[in-house]
């Protein structure tokens, strides 16, 4: 089945800078390929997702690069804020004929003012 | 107000014991899924359901059941097998299988005493 690895587990910067998040998955079939955001003590939130059909996708200071061929995946935040704060995870299809999201174990992401 | 709810949100349960967690939608999903997180772990997949009754096992699924009587209901039993219970237990739905974005209940904490 689908295997995600997420690194780093643990991220500090200081505000304004770039933060980037890496994923790998072991299946070449998955074609989707979303971050989801948790809060403390929130539920997790999809920010961002990519489909394998293109290989970057912006949204305002958010952006997820995908290269197939090496089956890995990041996230890019620019202008950190303290209110990015929070974990993220990453997750690849999996399952049943890829019909569940299997997620990485997330990276927890501080960012200092 | 449409959504997903979770109850209980705090359960605390003597070993030995079965206990249940509901899992509630108004958004007219055909699919919910169940994850355990716990620190350092991510998001594991516990159970999965694409259409009412039918389900199939996630990575962690021994010691759980679930049903799936009700497109709107995927409730949870946590039973005596189960090695580890104490966690927080995610609930999600998702309008497209595996392709669209999955929307979190609150979370249920359970603590096994």
């Known amino acids: 089945g689908e295997n995600v690895e997420q690194h780093p587990s643990t991220l500090s910067v200081q505000e304004g800078d770039s933060a980037v998040i890496k994923c790998t998955y072991s299946?070449?079939?998955?074609?989707?390929f979303p971050w989801y955001k948790q809060e403390l003590g929130k539920r997790p939130q999809l920010i961002i997702d990519?489909?394998?059909?293109?290989g970057e996708k912006k949204d305002q200071r958010i952006a997820v690069t995908l290269n197939k061929t090496a089956k890995h995946f990041s996230l890019h935040i620019t202008e950190t804020q303290p209110e990015d704060s929070a974990v993220y995870f990453c997750?690849?299809?999996?399952?049943?004929?890829?019909?569940?999201?299997?997620f990485g174990k997330g990276t927890t992401l501080s960012v200092s003012s | 107000d449409g959504g997903i709810t979770q109850s209980p949100k705090y359960l605390f349960r003597k070993e030995g014991q079965n206990v249940t967690l509901s899992c509630e939608q108004n958004?007219?999903?055909?699919?919910m899924y169940w994850y355990r997180q716990d620190p350092g772990q991510g998001l594991r997949l516990i159970y999965y359901?694409?259409?009412?009754?039918?389900?199939q096992k996630g990575d962690i699924a021994e010691g759980y059941s679930v049903s799936r009587e009700k497109k709107e209901s995927f409730p949870l039993t946590v039973t005596s097998a189960q090695k580890n219970p104490t966690a927080f237990y995610l609930c999600?739905?998702?309008?497209?299988?595996?392709?669209?974005?999955?929307?979190f209940g609150e979370g249920s904490r359970l603590t096994v005493l």
């Open positions: 997750a690849a299809p999996g399952g049943q004929a890829g019909t569940a999201l299997i």
């Open positions: 990519i489909r394998s059909n293109v």
């Open positions: 958004l007219n999903h055909d699919a």
């Open positions: 299946d070449s079939a998955s074609n989707y």
């Open positions: 999600a739905s998702c309008g497209t299988a595996n392709t669209g974005e999955l929307f």
């Open positions: 359901s694409q259409i009412v009754n039918d389900f």
